[in-house]
């Protein structure tokens, strides 16, 4: 069963600002936007940082590896310059800096743990650890809506978030279903499968709702598309286009 947002911004504002950054919070805000998926990996020092890449030079400037640097570094360097003049300066948050933002202004978060390579078992410990503390209240209050949601592609992370944090609800990231998926999915107790709507199909998005899980897809961009699969019985999706595809998309698209 999915209890959440259907349409979730992006990492933040999507193609609109600097992915993973509080101005991309602020933009889909701007939008109507109060549900974000969004990306965590660890520093040099075990701090989790708001990053997608395991390097540096795409999105923030510099150039090494993010577990090269400490948290204390990474938070003063520019992770805006590279989508417009104006975002320069704007620099990579740290994951509770993330989170309290989100909490501030009511909006739902889907929190990908992801690990750079090598550092599985401890990025879903950290995340894990560090979500049950922040959100204790919440989970307390056993409001899935006020609860985010830990997903990841790595097994091993997902392993490892259950185990620091079993009272909060994890999904599998997967970009193409594989016959082993519903032992895995079994395995890791998970709540929803998340996949790469180019590779799904209307009886595959049966077989995963038939099975009991929420159906979440990426990164869909064409309202067209993001129609279709909601009448499969997709339960949500993220996208880039926040401009074109609103907040309240599943309800304008019945």
């Not at 540096?56 to 577990?67: C, E, H, P, Q, W």
């Amino acid at each position: 069963m999915w209890n959440y947002p259907t349409s979730l911004a992006h990492r933040g504002g999507g193609k609109l600002a600097p992915e993973n950054t509080i101005a991309g919070l602020r933009c889909g805000l701007a939008h109507g936007f109060r549900a974000v998926e969004f990306d965590v990996m660890l520093a040099r020092d075990s701090v989790p940082v708001v990053m997608h890449d395991p390097y540096l030079g795409r999105t923030v400037a510099g150039s090494g590896n993010v577990y090269n640097y400490d948290a204390a570094e990474l938070v003063t360097m520019d992770a805006g310059n590279w989508f417009s003049a104006e975002c320069r300066g704007e620099t990579v948050p740290l994951f509770t800096q993330f989170v309290q933002f989100c909490k501030d202004h009511g909006i739902w978060m889907n929190i990908e743990i992801k690990p750079a390579p090598g550092f599985e078992e401890e990025t879903g410990r950290v995340v894990g650890s560090l979500t049950r503390a922040l959100f204790g209240i919440e989970i307390a209050q056993d409001n899935p809506r006020q609860v985010p949601l830990l997903s990841s592609f790595s097994p091993v992370a997902l392993a490892a978030a259950r185990l620091a944090a079993p009272d909060l609800p994890r999904a599998l990231l997967l970009d193409r279903m594989d016959e082993g998926w519903q032992t895995q999915a079994r395995e890791l107790d998970v709540v929803a499968i998340h996949t790469n709507h180019k590779h799904l199909d209307e009886a595959l998005a049966h077989q995963i709702k038939d099975a009991g899980y929420g159906l979440f897809c990426y990164t869909v961009n064409d309202p067209a598309r993001a129609r279709e699969i909601l009448g499969w019985g997709v339960d949500a999706f993220c996208t880039d286009r926040i401009d074109l595809i609103g907040p309240d998309f599943a309800q304008a698209a019945i």
